[in-house]
């Protein structure tokens, strides 16, 4: 609605019914051309919502760490494999430095432990993890982008700006998730076989899933 018409509205609703409309003013506390317009209000709840989606995991940590120990098979996979997997990395949220230096080619992508770093950045879209202070991945959860979310690659292929709501056609989910049991002892297993394992996790999903959505 434009401003305009509002105000129409307004300025017959007051004419009608003057005495609703002094008590509006004063339940406010302000007069009507002082207040914030709804806008406000509207992108300050769409800057919440997209927090929410890219950030909050709603505690499936309890999962992702505690059931599945997901954290420490991610610990093991090198950012190469991760970005072939589908997994997307937001280049805002690398440092300058770091960004210099994946430009010029002098970051090991082999490397897991760029993974977790990349994680403690907040850097790889829907994953968040707790890194300790000795660089352990001691914690890992998902959020709404990691299958909502992809970026732009704009810096290179998986490596770019977020970009919200756009399904992430490219994550292999059979092989980012690879573990499908409880594991009973804390001893950390890097994923053997993963693949073998993965047909089994998709059935079961599309078998717990609402029907409309199979
Ligand atoms: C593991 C991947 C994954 C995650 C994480 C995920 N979704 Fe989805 N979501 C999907 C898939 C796949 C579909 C499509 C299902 C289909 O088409 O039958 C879907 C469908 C939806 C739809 C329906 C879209 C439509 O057009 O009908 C909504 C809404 C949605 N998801 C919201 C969310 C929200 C909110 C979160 C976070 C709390 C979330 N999803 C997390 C994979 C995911």
Redesign the pocket.
Known sequence: MTRPSLRTITASASLGLAALAGVAIVASGEPQAMRKPPTVAAERLIAEGRQI?RFDT?GDEQLWTSVLRMHEVIATVSPETALAKGLKVDVDALPADLVALLAAGRVDLSDPAVTVELIRLNAVV?VRGTVSSTAQLTSVG???A???STVDNSFAPGIGKRLDGWANTDLD?GATVPLSRRRSTTRPRPSSAPGARASTILATMRSTAPAS?R
Do not use: D, K, P, R
């Open positions: 989606f709603f829907g998902i959020t709404c990691l299958c909502h989910v959505s």
